[in-house]
């Protein structure tokens, strides 16, 4: 059974790699337009948090509260005003390879920084701290398949709530011996800012998106084609390119995400 979506406007959008740091310089890579630069950008400090936070936050908490602020910033909207989806495929496995190596040899030594850095809804709370937040979040983990799931999570709350709601997927590298089951290389985290159409505004070029969830076929995700594929690839996060290629596009296409290994979330962007 398959079941379509209305549209939505991609009102922001924001990317971010050690050697694509930023929306427009990812696009201009993946339209052919410049070459990816060689040596890697240093990691995000978000200027949001106090000092203190900001040296204890993780690879993480950096990297998704980066993408979420650009992403606000270019849908000019206000951070604290936005519902939140974060999506990540295990969180921080540099820290939870850190506790269970510690809790295995020497337990009472555990940092309680690291202990609550460990939680998978880590960047969603720092987020709410740093932009003093009250409204709500939804921390998502759906394996391989997270970027479509926590995707479609964010579309289902602008349709049912009738809102613009902020979209960050990121994920880091896998350390220990959980990367050997999930691995993962380098840092990657994108945010959109999806809003319903009935706000928009008659001359708005803003991108839209539609969806269709499919079922019953299998799954089969949409390839990346452009150079920025190399700067990525090795980050579990990768099936995210397809549809930043498609956003980055002149021209309409459609994108296929997975969901599970039989259902599949069809994007069509409308440039």
């Known amino acids: 059974m ?44 978000p200027a949001m948090l106090a ?90 983990s759906a394996f391989q398949h997270t970027f479509g799931t926590g995707l479609l999570e964010a579309v289902t709350q602008v349709h049912c709530e009738r809102r613009a709601v902020l979209y960050v997927a990121f994920d880091i590298e896998a350390k220990g011996a959980l990367g050997t089951i999930s691995p993962s290389r380098g840092l990657l985290g994108t945010a959109l800012v999806l809003a319903p159409l009935d706000e928009r505004a008659p001359a708005d070029t803003s991108p839209l998106l539609a969806f269709e969830v499919r079922t019953g076929e299998p799954a089969i995700p949409t390839p990346a084609r452009s150079a920025a594929i190399a700067a990525v690839s090795e980050n579990v996060l990768a099936p995210c390119l397809p549809l930043f290629e498609a956003l980055a596009a002149d021209e309409s296409s459609v994108v296929m995400l997975t969901l599970s290994d039989h259902m599949v979330l069809r994007a069509t962007v409308n440039a």
């Not at 694509?20 to 890697?40: D, K, N, Y």
Request: aromatic share 6%.
């Open 2 to 45: 398959n079941q379509a979506l209305p549209p939505v406007s991609v009102t922001g959008i924001a990317f971010w790699a050690p050697r694509l740091p930023g929306w427009e310089i990812a696009r201009a890579v993946i339209r052919g337009e410049t070459e990816m630069q060689q040596a890697s950008a240093a990691r995000p400090a």
């Open 51 to 140: 000092p203190t936070e900001r040296r204890r936050a993780p690879d993480t908490v950096a990297i998704a509260l980066e993408v979420a602020a650009r992403a606000c910033a270019a849908a000019s909207r206000s951070p604290a005003d936005l519902p939140s989806v974060f999506a990540s495929t295990h969180g921080d496995l540099a820290i939870s390879d850190y506790m269970c190596t510690t809790l295995v040899s020497t337990p009472t030594l555990i940092s309680p920084v690291k202990f609550h850095n460990s939680v998978h809804n880590a960047a969603a709370g720092y987020w709410s701290i740093g932009t003093a937040s009250h409204a709500p979040y939804t921390a998502i």
